[in-house]
């Protein structure tokens, strides 16, 4: 009324319909169905427009219902929304009122308008709009039935820190796993045996977390805890490198595999912390079988002697053998752990108990060997057995060679790797710095030459050894013996001999390289067959058409006509075909 009074600018009064006699004698009667009469004063078209909006609200109230919703109270705050976003939308959308039970602190009833039981949502409005709204209230109702189921139940308490896992690791990766909420009690039920655990989400998610958990109680069953006092300088011989050693004990009792159990089955004090106790906590039978294995291993390492054998440094690659392989083979043979000088764990066994008998020798001679004193004299004897003499003193002997005959004699390596063969080496003092190849002298080029390009091939002869290095170099052959020593020797001046009478190089230049494979046959055995025919050097270049062939005159010559009967065989049989 106030609205149409301030947009329109007309009065509205409002006065009950009461007969008049009722209001002289006074007397006020309730009617059932009592009327009202309203007066609109202002401008005709101002009032016409005030009658037409009220008869329309009149109509609106004339289909207003309201209807109460039976919702569980757990539910209300999720069908209300953040700051009451998702009832509002509701409201707006239906053109309806929603009202949600507040809850009151002394008697739990509604603290509303209306009086509202706690699981009631009131709903008021036009028909339609109630409907509308009704029905998505209780298919919101029913999402949050099916996504908020919640599960309670109970696990011993002793298995409660393994499903936490180490910083909440394992609890949180099965929520991450399921979609699942879990929530565990601090407080435990039946005088601290049980502790409750409870469990939101869908039906699945439930399930499956429950599973997950349940099945993490069932390995934890019954458990104990033992301790074993282990001295801190056993502590690294018995967890090994990177654990292995620990997770082969943990086997050997048939203990579990999974490395996250293993480490809360067996704890080791923490470098830093003055105890030696060994903390053992899990299923007693294994409890008392690790025990009784570490006590034993224990007393095996407290036995433990550290002799010192002398084996000669060059022998201990060896006796270790590729990847370790003999070394792992002698330990578990004998039971014994073996150091050699190098390795990490050298210096951190300790001093072997037979240092001072050992005074004179080179340290890097002494290898270690760890372990009762039975297993550490048998495995000494093995090393000792297995290590070679040391070899006799090499033979030498020095031959001077010219530099200019060095390329020669060498054969590109094969002629110190024949020596090799018969037990030599050879070290130089000084190497010639040109290339032993011979390089093809440049043609002089004439202005009224013509074209020279018939494809015939092109022969060079020059003096050897015209550019080569002056001077002599010292070669020190060592040998195994002296029967190799002196063959060595009168190989070389052999090759200093023949490299003297090479006085010659000749140079044949082919058209092309399309006759090469046929000159030099099969992994070179048509070069290998002209070289001893004709006693010359033959060299095919990779590099370019021509044949370098090195010798007297007389055997270049021989060479050259061999190689080009050769070609001109191979191409009278092409015509042929």
Same mark, same amino acid.
């Given at each position: 009324?106030?609205?149409?009074?301030?947009?329109?600018?007309?009065?509205v009064?409002?006065?009950?319909?009461?007969?008049e006699k009722e209001?002289?004698g006074?007397?006020?009667?309730k009617?059932?169905?009592?009327?009202s009469?309203?007066?609109?004063t202002?401008?005709?078209?101002?009032?016409e427009?005030?009658?037409?909006?009220?008869?329309a609200?009149?109509?609106?109230?004339a289909?207003?219902?309201?209807e109460i919703?039976?919702?569980p109270a757990?539910y209300?705050?999720? =069908?209300?929304?953040q700051?009451?976003?998702?009832?509002i939308r509701?409201e707006e959308?239906?053109?309806?009122?929603?009202?949600?039970p507040?809850q009151?602190?002394e008697n739990?009833e509604g603290?509303?308008?209306e009086q509202?039981?706690?699981?009631?949502?009131l709903v008021?409005?036009?028909?339609?709009?109630?409907a509308?709204?009704?029905?998505?209230?209780?298919?919101a109702a029913?999402?949050?039935?099916?996504?908020?189921?919640? #599960?309670?139940?109970?696990?011993?308490?002793?298995?409660?820190?393994?499903? #936490?896992g180490?910083?909440?690791?394992?609890?949180?990766?099965?929520?991450?796993?399921?979609d699942?909420q879990?929530?565990?009690?601090?407080?435990s039920?039946?005088?601290?045996?049980?502790?409750?655990?409870?469990v939101r989400?869908t039906k699945?998610a439930?399930?499956?977390a429950?599973?997950?958990?349940m099945?993490?109680?069932d390995?934890?069953g019954?458990?104990?805890?033992?301790?074993?006092?282990?001295?801190?300088?056993?502590?690294?011989s018995?967890i090994g490198?990177?654990?292995?050693?620990?997770?082969?004990f943990?086997a050997?009792?048939?203990?579990?595999?999974?490395?996250?159990l293993?480490?809360?089955?067996?704890?080791?004090?923490?470098?830093?912390?003055p105890?030696?106790?060994?903390r053992?906590?899990?299923?007693?039978?294994l409890?008392?079988?690790?025990?009784?294995e570490?006590?034993?291993?224990?007393?095996? #390492?407290r036995d433990?002697?550290i002799?010192?054998?002398d084996?000669?440094a060059?022998?201990?690659r060896?006796?270790?053998?590729?990847?370790?392989?003999?070394?792992?083979?002698?330990?578990?043979? !004998?039971?014994?752990?073996?150091?050699?000088?190098?390795?990490?764990?050298?210096?951190?066994?300790?001093?072997?108990e037979?240092?001072a008998? =050992?005074?004179?020798v080179?340290?890097?001679n002494?290898?270690?060997?760890?372990g009762?004193?039975a297993a550490?004299e048998k495995a000494?004897?093995?090393?000792?057995?297995?290590?070679k003499?040391p070899?006799?003193?090499?033979?030498?002997n020095?031959?001077?060679?010219?530099?200019?005959?060095h390329?020669?004699i060498s054969?590109?390596?094969? !002629? !110190?790797?024949?020596?090799?063969?018969?037990?030599?080496?050879?070290?130089?003092?000084?190497?010639?710095?040109?290339?032993?190849?011979?390089?093809?002298?440049?043609?002089?080029?004439?202005?009224?030459?013509?074209?020279?390009?018939?494809?015939?091939?092109?022969?060079?002869?020059?003096?050897?050894?015209?550019?080569?290095?002056d001077?002599?170099?010292?070669?020190t052959l060592?040998?195994?013996?002296?029967a190799?020593?002196d063959?060595?020797?009168?190989?070389?001046?052999?090759?200093?001999?023949?490299?003297?009478r090479?006085s010659?190089?000749?140079?044949?230049?082919?058209?092309d390289r399309?006759a090469f494979?046929?000159i030099?046959g099969?992994?070179?055995?048509?070069?290998s067959? =002209?070289?001893?025919?004709?006693?010359?050097?033959?060299?095919?270049?990779?590099?370019?058409?021509?044949?370098?062939?090195?010798?007297s005159?007389?055997?270049?010559?021989?060479a050259?006509?061999?190689?080009m009967?050769?070609?001109?065989?191979?191409?009278?049989?092409?015509r042929?075909?």
């Amino acid at each position: 009324m106030n609205r149409l009074r301030d947009q329109l600018g007309v009065k509205v009064d409002v006065s009950d319909d009461v007969d008049e006699k009722e209001r002289e004698g006074g007397k006020k009667k309730k009617a059932v169905h009592q009327k009202s009469r309203i007066k609109i004063t202002g401008r005709k078209e101002n009032v016409e427009e005030a009658k037409k909006r009220i008869l329309a609200q009149i109509e609106r109230l004339a289909d207003e219902t309201s209807e109460i919703l039976k919702i569980p109270a757990q539910y209300h705050s999720s =069908l209300i929304g953040q700051s009451g976003k998702y009832a509002i939308r509701l409201e707006e959308k239906y053109s309806v009122k929603i009202t949600f039970p507040r809850q009151s602190s002394e008697n739990g009833e509604g603290k509303t308008r209306e009086q509202l039981k706690p699981d009631e949502v009131l709903v008021k409005g036009g028909k339609k709009g109630v409907a509308g709204a009704k029905s998505e209230l209780l298919d919101a109702a029913e999402f949050e039935k099916e996504m908020n189921n919640i #599960l309670k139940f109970t696990v011993p308490t002793r298995s409660v820190a393994r499903i #936490l896992g180490r910083g909440g690791a394992s609890i949180n990766e099965i929520k991450d796993s399921t979609d699942a909420q879990i929530d565990i009690e601090k407080g435990s039920e039946d005088s601290g045996a049980t502790t409750a655990i409870t469990v939101r989400g869908t039906k699945k998610a439930v399930a499956a977390a429950k599973a997950a958990i349940m099945a993490i109680s069932d390995q934890v069953g019954e458990e104990t805890t033992a301790f074993v006092s282990v001295d801190s300088k056993f502590h690294r011989s018995i967890i090994g490198a990177g654990g292995h050693g620990l997770k082969e004990f943990i086997a050997k009792c048939g203990g579990p595999s999974d490395p996250k159990l293993q480490a809360s089955l067996i704890r080791f004090p923490r470098q830093g912390e003055p105890s030696d106790e060994v903390r053992i906590r899990g299923e007693p039978k294994l409890v008392a079988k690790l025990k009784a294995e570490l006590e034993q291993i224990v007393a095996t #390492l407290r036995d433990r002697v550290i002799v010192a054998v002398d084996i000669p440094a060059p022998q201990h690659r060896a006796l270790i053998g590729r990847g370790g392989q003999h070394l792992n083979d002698l330990q578990a043979k !004998f039971d014994v752990q073996i150091q050699f000088p190098g390795s990490r764990s050298y210096y951190q066994v300790g001093e072997p108990e037979n240092l001072a008998d =050992l005074a004179e020798v080179d340290p890097a001679n002494i290898v270690k060997v760890s372990g009762s004193r039975a297993a550490c004299e048998k495995a000494v004897a093995d090393l000792k057995g297995n290590a070679k003499a040391p070899a006799a003193e090499s033979v030498t002997n020095t031959i001077t060679v010219p530099l200019m005959y060095h390329h020669a004699i060498s054969q590109q390596g094969s !002629f !110190f790797r024949t020596l090799r063969t018969i037990g030599v080496q050879v070290e130089h003092s000084a190497q010639p710095q040109t290339s032993g190849v011979p390089t093809r002298p440049t043609p002089e080029a004439r202005i009224d030459d013509a074209d020279t390009s018939s494809g015939e091939p092109e022969w060079e002869v020059v003096a050897n050894y015209q550019d080569a290095e002056d001077g002599d170099s010292t070669w020190t052959l060592r040998a195994r013996d002296q029967a190799g020593l002196d063959k060595a020797e009168n190989l070389i001046k052999e090759a200093i001999t023949n490299a003297g009478r090479m006085s010659h190089v000749g140079f044949l230049t082919m058209p092309d390289r399309s006759a090469f494979p046929r000159i030099v046959g099969a992994k070179g055995s048509n070069v290998s067959r =002209l070289r001893n025919e004709t006693g010359a050097d033959i060299i095919v270049s990779r590099e370019n058409s021509t044949i370098v062939i090195i010798g007297s005159e007389s055997e270049i010559l021989s060479a050259k006509d061999a190689i080009m009967r050769m070609i001109s065989n191979s191409g009278r049989s092409r015509r042929n075909d």
